[in-house]
Every structure is written in structure tokens, then in C-alpha cells.
């Protein structure tokens, strides 16, 4: 089982920067990629962008150039980092892995996924 815990949301004026962490425990047999999720009000959940375990990253086009998706391995730790800021940033942010639980589930290409339980970001005059 993995376990994620976001952190770092909160309210910053327009063009302004915040930096979200998601603390990962636990594991798996293998994890396939890492990304982080948005969802803002009356609006479904949507991928932000997405990090593999080779580091490579990719993002969708309202957010390319703005936001980063790092992690440091040595703390098991994923970062997305949100630079000039706009008002439609505005939603609750949601760190996740997926992966195989086990061989079996390698196998049979059965992923699973693993939520944190999201932080608000408000971006807001």
C-alpha cells in the first residue's frame, strides 16, 4: 500500500508562486508513473501533469511552462512547483502514484492508484 499527504496549498495573489509537496509511504511491487491532479468547483478532476521514474515529465498545455513536477528520491517526496499563478489555478490539488501491488498484478497490467487527500489552492486579488 502506498500512502500520499499533500501539502503547501493556500492563497497567493495572481502571478504569485506556491510550491506543493506530496510525502509518499509505503510500497508497492513497482510504480509506474507519479502526477498530480486538480479539480476545481463544479469541474471535473483533471490531470495536471504527470512524472515517470526515469524523471521525465509532461504536462497539460494551460499549465506548460508555469508548473514543475519534481521529486527527490532520498525523501520520497514529489513537488509541483506553480509559477505565475492565475485565478483559474484555483482548485484542490491532488498528489498520486500508481502502480503494480504485486508480479501478479505486473502480469495481468492491473494498476492500481493511490490519493492523497488533496490541498486548496486559491488564486485570488
Known amino acids: 500500500q502506498v500512502h500520499l499527504v499533500e501539502s503547501g496549498g493556500g492563497l497567493v495573489q495572481p502571478g504569485g508562486s506556491l510550491r506543493l509537496s506530496c510525502a509518499e509511504s509505503?510500497?508497492?511491487?513497482?510504480?509506474?508513473?507519479r502526477g498530480w491532479y486538480r479539480q476545481a468547483p463544479g469541474k471535473q478532476r483533471e490531470l495536471v501533469g504527470i512524472?515517470?521514474?526515469?524523471?521525465?515529465?509532461n504536462y497539460i498545455g494551460s499549465v506548460k511552462g508555469r508548473f514543475t513536477i519534481s521529486r527527490d528520491d532520498t525523501k520520497n517526496t514529489m513537488f509541483l512547483q506553480m509559477n505565475s499563478l492565475k485565478p483559474e489555478d484555483t482548485a484542490v490539488y491532488y498528489c498520486?502514484?500508481?502502480?503494480?501491488?504485486?508480479?501478479?498484478?505486473?502480469?495481468?497490467?492491473?494498476?492500481?492508484?493511490?490519493w492523497g487527500q488533496g490541498t486548496q489552492v486559491t488564486v485570488s486579488s
Open positions: 498520486t502514484t500508481n502502480g503494480f501491488r504485486s508480479s501478479d498484478d505486473y502480469v495481468s497490467n492491473d494498476l492500481s492508484y493511490y
Open positions: 509505503g510500497s508497492i511491487y513497482g510504480v509506474y508513473t
Open positions: 512524472i515517470t521514474v526515469g524523471g521525465n515529465t
